[in-house]
C-alpha cells in the first residue's frame, strides 16, 4: 500500500485568501457563484477519492494550504525514505465556453511511472464516467511550453506527482459530472486508478 496526498490546490494560499480557482455558471441563473468555484468542487471529489483510497488500505494525506513549493516540501517531509507515495494536484479545467472539452493527467515529463499512473486513472475515468469516454489524456508537463503551469503544481514533490483536470467546469458535456454523483464517480475513479497503478508497480 502507498501514502497518497491529496492536494486542493487553488485555495490556502495566505496572500490570496478569497482565490477558489476557475467558476463556471454551473445553475444557469446567469452568475458565477461560490458554490460554482474550482475548489469548491475538487474538495468533493477529493473526498470520495479518499473514501475509497482508505477503504483499498492505502494511507491518505490531505492538503489545502500554503504556496504549492510549501506544500511540496512538507509533502516530502512526511514520506518515509523508501515509501511507496503519489502526489495528487486537484484541479478542474475551464475554457471550452461550452464546448465539448476532455479530462488530462499531467504528469513530470521526466517520470516514466508518472505516465504509467496517469494512464491508470485515465483508463478507469473512461470506464466510470461516461461523460469523458474517448477523451481523457496523459500529458507531459514541462516547465518549457504550455503545459508549465501543470508542471509548476508538481514539480518539487518526491512522490509520483499527476496534475489531475479531469473535466471543464464550463463544458455542456461534462455538466452532469457536476453533481454529488459525478464527483464521486471522478473521485473513485481515480483513487481505483490509483490503487491498479501501485498493484502493477
Known amino acids: 500500500m502507498a501514502l497518497i496526498f491529496l492536494d486542493r490546490q487553488h485555495t490556502g494560499k495566505n496572500n490570496r485568501r478569497r482565490s477558489l480557482g476557475a467558476v463556471g455558471d454551473l ?18 471529489y477529493l473526498l470520495a477519492c479518499e473514501i475509497r483510497l482508505r477503504e483499498l488500505g492505502h494511507d491518505v494525506m490531505p492538503i489545502s494550504d500554503g504556496f504549492y513549493y510549501q506544500r511540496h516540501e512538507r509533502c516530502n517531509a512526511y514520506q518515509k525514505a523508501g515509501e511507496q507515495a503519489i502526489y495528487i494536484a486537484a484541479h478542474l479545467n475551464a475554457g471550452v465556453g461550452g464546448g465539448i472539452g476532455y479530462g488530462s493527467m499531467f504528469y513530470d515529463y521526466r517520470s516514466t511511472s508518472g505516465k504509467q499512473l496517469a494512464d491508470h486513472i485515465n483508463k478507469h475515468l473512461d470506464k466510470e464516467c461516461p461523460e469523458l469516454r474517448g477523451k481523457t489524456k496523459s500529458i507531459a508537463a514541462s516547465r518549457d511550453n504550455w503545459t508549465k503551469n501543470a508542471f509548476a503544481t508538481i514539480k518539487g514533490v518526491k512522490a509520483i506527482g499527476i496534475c489531475a483536470e479531469p473535466c471543464f467546469i464550463d463544458s455542456s458535456a461534462h455538466k452532469p459530472l457536476f453533481s454529488i454523483g459525478g464527483m464521486r464517480r471522478i473521485g473513485e475513479a481515480i483513487a481505483n486508478g490509483i490503487h491498479d497503478f501501485t498493484k502493477d508497480g
Open 27 to 44: 445553475d444557469g441563473d446567469g452568475q458565477k457563484d461560490i458554490h460554482e468555484a474550482e475548489a469548491i468542487w475538487t474538495a468533493r
